[in-house]
C-alpha cells in the first residue's frame, strides 16, 4: 500500500468517524426532545382528566353559560387532537405549531369556566369539583415547566442541525427542525 492509498483510507476514517460522532450527537439531542415531550404530554394529559371530571359537574348547574362550557370542551378536542398529532411526530413544526395554537385557546376559554365555577358556592362544595379546580390551578406552572424544557431541548437540537458541517448531513440523514410551543 502506497503512501496515497494510505492518505486516502485516513481521510475516509476521519470522515466516517466524524459522520458517526455528528449523527450520535443529534441523536441523543432528538432523545432529549423526545423526554421532554413525555413532560408536556403528562402534563396535557393531567389538565385533561381534571377537565374530564370537572365538565359533567358544571355543564348542569353553569346551564345559562353552557356557550362557556362549549367553548371549552371544543377547545379541549382540539387540544387533545394536535397533541395526537405531536405524539406521531414530535419534531414535527407545524403539528408542533397547532398544538400551541391550541392550547392558548384552551387557556383562554377555561379561564371564563373557572371563574364561572367559583363563583358558585354550591360548586365549590362538591369535592370532585374542587378536586378538578385545584388540578386545573396546578395545571399552568406544571406546563410552563414541560413548555420550556420541551423548547430548551428543541432549540439545543435546532442549533446543532443547523451548525456547519453537520448541517452538510441534514438531507443525508434527515435531520428536520424541531417545532417549539
Keep these: 500500500m502506497n503512501s496515497a492509498n494510505l492518505g486516502w483510507l485516513v481521510a475516509l476514517l476521519v470522515l466516517g468517524l466524524w459522520m458517526l460522532g455528528a449523527h450520535n450527537r443529534v441523536t441523543a439531542l432528538k432523545a432529549a426532545v423526545l423526554a421532554a415531550w413525555t413532560q408536556v404530554d403528562a402534563a396535557l394529559q393531567t389538565r385533561a382528566q381534571a377537565l374530564g371530571a370537572l365538565l359533567p359537574r358544571v355543564a348542569e348547574p353553569l346551564a345559562s353559560e353552557a356557550a362557556a362550557v362549549e367553548a371549552v370542551a371544543g377547545a379541549l378536542a382540539q387540544v387533545q387532537a394536535a397533541a395526537d398529532a405531536v405524539r406521531r411526530a414530535p ?44 388540578g386545573l390551578r396546578n395545571a399552568p406552572p406544571q406546563m410552563a415547566f414541560a413548555r420550556q424544557l420541551f423548547n430548551d431541548a428543541g432549540s439545543a437540537y435546532n442549533a446543532a442541525t443547523a451548525q456547519f458541517p453537520t448541517r452538510l448531513l441534514g438531507a443525508l440523514l434527515r435531520f428536520g427542525q424541531a417545532g417549539r410551543l
Design 91 to 134: 419534531l414535527a413544526t407545524d403539528a408542533v405549531a397547532d398544538l400551541g395554537k391550541a392550547d392558548a385557546v384552551l387557556s383562554a376559554v377555561l379561564v371564563r369556566l373557572v371563574a364561572l365555577a367559583e363563583q358558585r358556592p354550591a360548586l365549590l362544595g362538591d369535592e370532585a369539583v374542587a378536586a378538578a379546580l385545584q
